[in-house]
């Protein structure tokens, strides 16, 4: 894959960045739509990305994440709605959508929003649970996103290596591919708009992080969209914990394992031999997935 391309489109009242990949072949070859998990960013799919066979890629950078503005959200459901406006104005019809962690809930949103978008979904651990989690959901935090553990992680860092010594030992980020590890702190930090304090900062800030944990349960309808989305849909899923799961666990699957049987056309694939953080753990996995599908269509 060449490098990409990088436009900003102003949806659904905040601006989004977009990188593209071969867009020369955009009417040549099917269309690839990526969407990111929470705190991570559209260049986290990098080392997915140059695995794939000829197509033209889009990966987006969801608001508040890497380059894209820190737009205020009331629920996930505004996630689902910059991607549906998203792809209509870029004028996007019958792509693959992939979707990681909150990126496969987003894509599910857009697929029932507008049924011509996607001709293929992949859902990478999308965080839909079970009914029953929806109706009896488990104590959530209460206070402010400012107070949230998440908000309190490092933020200012002097340089890329800073972030790459202080992480890379650490997981979930040890878990990572060596290249995907460096794609993930190169490209998800960007200058501290504080010139006085200067340095670099998260594109996602920690605050903003917390305030998509907190209103994770915000869509308590989202299982009465798989049954409209009558395309062929593969849910991927991770290990599953031994016993009660930890929310703030991230390596075990937060995915309900009916989830694919809701689908008309839906397939489950359980890796109990990888954790939530798939497709930078084993990026070589998801795009065989994504090449094998890109190979159905040209059969």
Same mark, same amino acid.
């Given at each position: 894959?060449?490098?990409?391309?990088?436009?900003?489109?102003?949806?659904? *009242?905040?601006?989004?960045?977009?990188?593209?990949?071969?867009?020369?072949?955009?009417?040549?070859?099917?269309?690839?739509? $990526?969407?990111?998990?929470?705190? $991570?960013?559209?260049?986290?799919?990098?080392?997915?990305?140059?695995?794939?066979?000829?197509?033209?890629?889009?990966?987006?950078?969801?608001?508040?994440?890497?380059?894209? &503005?820190? +737009?205020?959200?009331?629920?996930?459901?505004?996630?689902?709605?910059?991607?549906? =406006?998203? %792809?209509?104005?870029?004028?996007?019809?019958? &792509?693959?959508?992939?979707?990681?962690?909150?990126?496969?809930?987003?894509?599910?949103?857009?697929?029932?929003?507008?049924?011509?978008?996607?001709?293929?979904?992949?859902?990478?651990?999308?965080?839909?649970?079970?009914?029953?989690?929806?109706?009896?959901?488990?104590?959530?935090?209460?206070?402010?996103?400012?107070?949230?553990? +998440?908000?309190?992680?490092?933020?200012?860092?002097?340089?890329?290596?800073?972030?790459?010594?202080?992480?890379?030992?650490?997981?979930?980020?040890?878990?990572?591919?060596?290249?995907?590890?460096?794609?993930?702190?190169?490209?998800?930090?960007?200058?501290?708009?504080?010139?006085?304090?200067?340095?670099?900062?998260?594109?996602?800030?920690?605050?903003?992080?917390?305030?998509?944990?907190? +209103? =994770?349960? =915000?869509? *308590?309808?989202?299982?009465?969209?798989?049954?409209?989305?009558?395309?062929?849909?593969?849910?991927?899923?991770?290990? =599953?914990?031994?016993?009660?799961?930890?929310?703030? +666990? $991230?390596?075990?699957?937060?995915?309900?394992?009916?989830?694919?049987?809701?689908?008309?056309?839906?397939?489950?694939?359980?890796?109990?031999?990888?954790?939530?953080?798939?497709? %930078?753990?084993?990026?070589?996995?998801?795009?065989?997935?994504?090449?094998?599908?890109?190979?159905?269509?040209?059969?």
């Amino acid at each position: 894959m060449n490098m990409p391309e990088l436009s900003r489109y102003a949806v659904n *009242g905040t601006e989004l960045s977009v990188f593209e990949w071969n867009s020369q072949l955009r009417d040549q070859r099917p269309t690839v739509v $990526f969407a990111h998990a929470t705190g $991570f960013h559209a260049r986290c799919w990098d080392q997915v990305i140059a695995q794939l066979d000829d197509c033209y890629v889009i990966a987006v950078d969801q608001r508040g994440h890497g380059r894209s &503005a820190n +737009t205020p959200f009331e629920t996930w459901g505004d996630f689902g709605d910059d991607l549906v =406006s998203l %792809l209509e104005q870029m004028k996007i019809t019958q &792509a693959i959508g992939v979707g990681h962690s909150m990126g496969g809930h987003t894509m599910v949103q857009a697929a029932a929003k507008n049924v011509q978008l996607f001709s293929h979904l992949l859902l990478i651990d999308p965080v839909i649970m079970s009914p029953d989690h929806y109706e009896t959901p488990e104590e959530r935090w209460t206070g402010t996103a400012e107070d949230h553990p +998440t908000a309190r992680r490092r933020n200012r860092f002097d340089s890329v290596e800073d972030m790459v010594q202080r992480f890379s030992e650490r997981e979930p980020y040890s878990l990572f591919t060596a290249e995907a590890f460096r794609d993930y702190c190169q490209y998800g930090l960007v200058e501290n708009s504080d010139l006085e304090e200067g340095g670099l900062v998260l594109g996602c800030p920690p605050a903003f992080e917390a305030s998509i944990y907190m +209103t =994770s349960m =915000s869509m *308590g309808d989202i299982l009465k969209y798989p049954p409209t989305i009558d395309i062929p849909v593969a849910v991927l899923r991770a290990m =599953s914990p031994d016993g009660p799961r930890d929310v703030m +666990t $991230f390596k075990f699957s937060p995915t309900w394992e009916g989830l694919a049987a809701t689908f008309p056309n839906g397939r489950d694939i359980h890796r109990q031999d990888r954790t939530h953080f798939m497709p %930078l753990e084993d990026p070589q996995m998801v795009a065989e997935l994504i090449n094998d599908t890109l190979q159905d269509i040209d059969s």
